[in-house]
Structure formats: structure tokens, C-alpha cells
Nanobody, 123 residues
Framework: VQLQASGGGLVQPGGSLRLSCAAS????????IGWFRQAPGKEREGVLC????????YYADSVKGRFTISRDNAKNTVYLQMNNLKPEDTAVYYC?????????????????WGKGTLVTVSS
């Protein structure tokens, strides 16, 4: 079982990035998928989650209206579309998944975690 986050990079304030979370060894359509981030010197925080029934949970109010989450079951991949990026969005972004039926409420307790991808928002 493996999760791989990708798509990070350097972007200017106001720009956009799309992160991908690809799974192998299990199917994401039976899972809740969450995105989390950890900024330098700060604790990890939840960002956004999509449940197995495509319900959306925003863990962070600061991303409402700017970030969206979606899944492509055929590709076994979940995406985090990030628009109007701000310097405070700079962080390592992680995706996580849980297939035990707890949904997005499980938060940091998700079963599977991938390695992160770095997003840097700077001019």
C-alpha cells in the first residue's frame, strides 16, 4: 500500500497549483482522502478531505473559496486544486487515506500516509 503526493513547486502569490495523490495497493474510491500540510516550524494541520461518498470536509477555514478537492477513480488519484495561493500556504503537503469507514472525521488518525510534496509561495 502506497500513497504518492506530487505536483508541488514554487509559485508566486495569487498563482495556482494542482497536487495529485496517487494510490497503489488499494482503491481510493472506498476511502476517505485527506490533505494535510506542515509549514516550517509549525505543527501539521488538516486542509481538506473527501469522503468515499464524495462529501467534502474543510479542516482549514483559511482555504475555503480557494482550494478544492476531487477524485478520479479511474486513475485511482485524488487532486487538490489550489488557487489564489498565499505565502502562508507554504508548506509540505501530505495526502492520507482511510478505508475503515470512519470518513473524514478520522482526521490525523488516517491509516495510510504518503510522503509530502513541498509547496512554496513566494515572489
Amino acid at each position: 500500500v502506497q500513497l504518492q503526493a506530487s505536483g508541488g513547486g514554487l509559485v508566486q502569490p495569487g498563482g495556482s497549483l494542482r497536487l495529485s495523490c496517487a494510490a497503489s495497493g488499494f482503491t481510493l474510491d472506498d476511502s476517505a482522502i485527506g490533505w494535510f500540510r506542515q509549514a516550517p516550524g509549525k505543527e501539521r494541520e488538516g486542509v481538506l478531505c473527501i469522503s468515499s461518498s464524495d462529501g467534502i470536509t474543510y479542516y482549514a477555514d483559511s482555504v475555503k473559496g480557494r482550494f478544492t478537492i476531487s477524485r478520479d477513480n479511474a486513475k485511482n488519484t485524488v487532486y487538490l486544486q489550489m488557487n489564489n495561493l498565499k505565502p502562508e500556504d507554504t508548506a509540505v503537503y501530505y495526502c492520507a487515506a482511510d478505508d475503515r469507514g470512519y470518513g473524514c472525521y478520522i482526521g490525523y488518525g488516517m491509516k495510510y500516509w504518503g510522503k509530502g510534496t513541498l509547496v512554496t509561495v513566494s515572489s
